[in-house]
């Protein structure tokens, strides 16, 4: 199964975008990469995800490069309530699972004001 | 929309008792899954359920059962607590397992048990 890498932790300014990277140099061809955050103490929250062509929803864009070994979450415009856990997943197969997400520690992105 | 529930929202135990946590979706989804997660770590897969009467081990599935009885609830077990399963442990549901663009494998998570074993 594929993993990915994150930086532990991020800054950003509020109001200015916020750019996530994920490595995710062993994906295959038929795996998706999904972005989810997790805000305090609450369930995490699914942001967007993609196959190879670059996305984009009320939330937020996701950049994919063309071998697919890497992407980009971006929050255009970071308020403070951004600030959360953002998780970068490949969809995995373990075992005999189905749709289990291998969370990691994933980025802990932190809006200043 | 409720959305997934979980009840409840906190509980203590003594090492030993026992105690069932439950799950419930509103969205009609296929799929279900328990999660727990510790301090400074990521979510891992305790046992999920592809549909009504049918689960399957995730991750970590020792001193936990599952059923699933109806397809909008799925219940989580410890029959004898351990100070080791202290723990906040997530809910989630989709509607199907299987990723494409139409994020139908998208999971939504309930807000959470805080479950204290002391």
């Known amino acids: 199964d594929a993993k990915t890498t994150q930086p532990t932790s991020m800054d950003c300014a509020e109001g200015r975008a916020a750019n996530l990277p994920c490595n995710h140099s062993t994906i295959s061809g038929n795996e998706y990469v999904y972005w989810y955050r997790q805000i305090h103490s609450q369930g995490p929250q699914y942001i967007i995800h993609g196959l190879k062509n670059n996305e984009t929803n009320e939330m937020a864009s996701l950049i994919i490069t063309e071998d697919r070994k890497s992407s980009t979450l971006i929050l255009p415009h970071a308020t403070l309530r951004d600030t959360a856990v953002y998780y970068c997943i490949v969809n995995a197969r373990m075992g005999g699972s189905q749709g289990n997400l291998i969370f990691g520690k994933g980025t802990k992105l932190s809006v200043k004001p | 929309n409720a959305g997934v529930t979980q009840t409840p929202k906190f509980r203590v135990l003594k090492t030993g008792q026992s105690m069932t946590l439950l799950c419930a979706q509103d969205?009609?989804?296929?799929?279900m899954y328990w999660y727990r997660q510790d301090p400074g770590m990521g979510l891992r897969l305790i046992h999920y359920s592809v549909g009504e009467g049918t689960t399957a081990k995730g991750e970590v599935p020792d001193g936990y059962n599952v059923s699933r009885l109806k397809k909008q609830n799925f219940l989580l077990g410890l029959e004898s607590a351990a100070p080791s399963q202290t723990s906040v442990y997530f809910c989630a549901s989709s509607y199907s397992g299987t990723a494409n663009t139409l994020g139908l494998d998208t999971q939504y998570f309930g807000p959470g048990t805080r479950l204290t074993v002391l």
């Open positions: 969205m009609n989804h296929e799929y």
